[in-house]
């Protein structure tokens, strides 16, 4: 078993834009809790959007960014000890009226590593997390540990997402920013619930391409295309295939102003649009087509805990692929990593190891 720490050795960010490692003390356990040695944690563009765009955190810097954590627990509760656990990336209290009412991935006082945990985040050596809702890998299957912390966002919130939407067997469904960190993932998932349709959006043409292998049953390059025009596409190959522009299940993950744009403008008669993808523009619509399609936007966030072993299974059953989507760097490489990441065009998720 490892040793437990004197410190925590992390990587934080004490202001937008800037990162220092530095040592922080080992917090004292309470009950419910446990120590978790992180093995990787992934560069997710919401941690970008706190570094680099000013995107508030519920904690003020300085603290450390990463909520996408696997790792092994050392410490704490003596049944959890030695567990490789993924750490989900927002916790709910399981007490309020949010929670009671099945909603508790926007519990008000959840607990999300890098946000609203402290100081405390997955960019570290180590990390004290409520162990309630850890969700425990019993069998890897060959997959190293570090390529686990995907799930805990990149694959779970397009879950939940699906879940939101109630995706069955038979839908019909459309994943605009289907390249994207995220957006590889929901045309996995829309797929493995059983969608007959998985129309995949996005820029990349060689991307795209990919998402055929990964889900999606036709895709929809949207270079040089206006909204509408990427609309009228859309409209076409339903024509051509004999499908309903009605009925559609619509998920936006760009959270691009012009992703957002098509996805509203796909929106049609008892459709549902799931704004999953975050962006810092507005967009303008006319609300009251809402009442004349009898249609539905909902917003999504996170993922109930509980969702994680279903996910988990449908990982080792390779139902959902990471392998093709993930590198592996040394947490030293942090800012690179960033920098990388921030210019885009990475065909991977990286997941940073600790070497401290």
């Not at 007959?196 to 998402?211: C, W």
């Not at 059953?317 to 990388?340: H, L, N, V, W, Y």
Request: aromatic content about 8%.
């Amino acid at each position: 078993m490892a040793k437990i720490p004197d410190k925590i050795e992390t990587w934080q960010m004490t202001e937008p834009g800037k990162l220092a490692r530095v040592s922080l003390d080992v917090p004292e356990l309470q009950a419910g809790e446990v120590l978790v040695e992180i093995a990787g944690c992934g560069v997710c563009h919401t941690d970008l959007g706190y570094f680099y765009d000013g995107v508030p955190t519920v904690t003020k810097p300085p603290l450390t960014l990463g909520h996408e954590i696997s790792g092994i627990v050392i410490a704490g509760d003596g049944g959890w000890i030695g567990k490789e656990v993924i750490v989900p990336a927002v916790m709910p209290c399981n007490k309020c009226p949010i929670c009671a009412s099945g909603r508790g991935n926007r519990c008000l006082a959840q607990k999300m590593p890098g946000n609203s945990m402290g100081i405390y985040g997955g960019f570290s050596s180590h990390i004290v997390v409520p162990s309630e809702d850890l969700c425990v890998i019993e069998d890897k299957k060959g997959t190293p540990l570090p390529h686990f912390a995907v799930i805990a966002d990149a694959v779970t919130s397009p879950y939940q997402a699906a879940i939101r939407a109630e995706v069955k067997p038979g839908d019909l469904t459309v994943v605009v920013g289907a390249t994207g960190g995220l957006g590889i993932y929901a045309t996995q998932i829309c797929s493995a619930l059983g969608a007959k349709e998985v129309v995949g959006i996005a820029r990349n043409p060689k991307k795209l391409e990919r998402a055929l292998k990964y889900g999606a049953t036709r895709t929809i390059s949207t270079v040089d295309k206006s909204a509408r025009e990427v609309r009228d596409e859309f409209r076409s190959y339903s024509k051509e295939k004999g499908l309903p522009v009605y009925g559609w299940k619509i998920f936006e993950w760009s959270g691009t102003a012009v992703g957002q744009e098509i996805a509203l403008d796909l929106l049609s008669f008892v459709s549902t649009l799931i704004i999953a993808g975050y962006g810092m523009q507005k967009n303008e619509y006319q609300l009251s087509r809402l009442m004349g399609f009898d249609a539905d936007i909902k917003g999504t966030w996170g993922c109930l805990p509980k969702y994680y072993p279903e996910v988990l299974k449908m990982v080792l059953e390779k139902k959902i692929e990471i392998e093709p989507f993930i590198e592996t760097r040394p947490m030293s490489q942090i800012q690179q990593a960033f920098e990388d990441v921030h210019k885009g065009g990475l065909d991977t998720r990286i997941v940073l190891i600790p070497d401290f």
